[in-house]
């Protein structure tokens, strides 16, 4: 079953949901997509972006879609 987000959430709040959602460490899902913890930390707190590719890597893992995830707010 695919996770649904509220629009007025940032993505990195959308990501953080989708990974406690999961039942997954920030360390687990930084390992999978082959980046540091730090950097992962960073993608949660909107200090980055991932790129297109992880961020595909990451709806894959944490069972759920890349527009969920990347959708501007409304």
Same mark, same amino acid.
Not at 3 to 17: D, I, N
């Given at each position: ?27 687990? +899902?930084? *390992? ?8 992962? /930390?960073?993608?949660? %707190?909107?200090?980055? =972006?991932?790129?297109? +590719?992880? *961020? ?8 759920? /879609?890349?527009?969920? %995830?990347?959708?501007? =707010?409304?």
């Amino acid at each position: 079953m695919k996770k649904k987000f509220t629009p007025s959430e940032t993505f990195g709040a959308r990501l953080r949901q989708a990974r406690l959602a999961a039942g997954l460490t920030q360390a687990a +899902v930084a *390992a999978h997509i082959c980046v540091d913890r730090s950097t992962y /930390t960073k993608y949660e %707190l909107g200090l980055v =972006e991932p790129s297109l +590719v992880t *961020a595909y890597h990451l709806s894959r893992l944490l069972d759920t /879609t890349l527009d969920d %995830l990347l959708r501007p =707010e409304r």
